[in-house]
């Protein structure tokens, strides 16, 4: 059996932010994460922070545990006198009622004063359909195989000439950084799609003609390139397309991931601080030190404004110990 594994804040958020990020049909299906998926998974957890040291079987059991503290919150949360309090991220009820949840279910105990900061986004994860899509371009074989898979599914605009595939290419050039990854994976994917546009189609070669047979005409030949061209550029199109759909998701999880940080900054920590009357100025210097890790910050504006006194005054007595 696997090792315990330490999960703290950091690393649940982590987890819970690669969830996020490989949630398509691609690496997921209804009744789970595929094998591929669980694959990237890990490696991303891995990758973003070294220092935990999981494994693939800690990774899974934290996320099918995850799933049980949700499914067990929720069905708290539609008892009668039970309500949550957002900004806390806690249950709020009466002693009388926390008695009869707590028998019904005894694991129910510990969030009677604990927070569990990542209902809203395990809600979206785990309630909302799997979205269509492709996985990521993966950086160790750069196999575009998903990717060009989906472009035969995608309904995209068929072109009327190359000239609207070279603007699709240009506008997802724009959104990439110069040396990125993804601009690397970009040229990959217009190289392939070259080698498609020269590379004769399966049964597109004329069958040899007989010496009684008459020669077609051009006006019979023309037509059928012209339909085999409209094809091979609509298969181009389909593929900038999905690809670019793909990028474009990958930049608002960047986005979204860079909001998460603000929320919880060192100034928003410093301005809760001086609106703490009941603190001395040790505690307050001090304060800076704990309030350097990014999961104490997250805890500390957590809690609710009553309850960060005590949390900090703690966090500090351990500095000094």
């Excluded at 506008?171 to 994976?185: A, Y």
Aim: hydrophobic share 30%; glycine share 4%; aromatic share 6%.
């Amino acid at each position: 059996m696997a090792n315990r594994a330490r999960w703290v804040m950091k690393y649940e958020k982590g987890l819970v932010d690669i969830l996020h990020e490989n949630n398509n049909s691609h690496y997921r299906t209804p009744h789970g994460w595929k094998s591929e998926g669980w694959k990237k998974i890990v490696r991303d957890f891995n990758h973003r922070h070294p220092d935990a040291g999981f494994t693939k079987v800690q990774i899974q059991e934290h996320e099918t545990q995850l799933k049980k503290d949700y499914k067990l919150i929720k069905s708290i949360l539609q008892r009668d006198g039970v309500s949550w309090d957002q900004s806390a991220s806690m249950i709020r009820t009466t002693d009388e009622i926390w008695d009869d949840i707590i028998d019904v279910s005894a694991k129910a105990r510990k969030y009677q004063s604990k927070s569990f900061p990542l209902l809203q986004t395990l809600e979206i994860l785990l309630e909302r359909e799997i979205p269509e899509g492709v996985g990521n371009i993966d950086e160790e074989d750069n196999d575009i195989t998903p990717l060009l898979s989906m472009s035969r599914r995608h309904s995209g605009i068929v072109p009327g000439s190359t000239d609207e595939d070279e603007n699709n290419i240009s506008t997802l050039r724009k959104t990439l950084e110069p040396g990125s990854q993804g601009l690397d994976d970009l040229y990959l994917l217009q190289n392939h799609t070259e080698e498609v546009l020269e590379r004769p189609q399966a049964g597109a070669d004329p069958k040899p003609q007989r010496a009684e047979e008459p020669a077609q005409s051009s006006s019979c030949i023309e037509p059928q390139k012209d339909k085999r061209k409209k094809r091979k550029a609509a298969d181009i199109q389909q593929t900038m397309e999905a690809y670019l759909d793909f990028r474009m998701k990958q930049a608002r999880t960047k986005e979204q991931t860079k909001k998460d940080g603000e929320q919880f900054s060192i100034s928003r920590c410093i301005k809760a601080l001086h609106a703490m009357t009941d603190l001395s100025d040790q505690v307050r210097v001090l304060a800076a030190d704990v309030f350097k890790d990014a999961v104490n910050r997250e805890i500390f504006l957590s809690y609710e404004p009553r309850l960060r006194a005590l949390w900090l005054k703690r966090e500090v007595n351990r500095l000094l110990c």
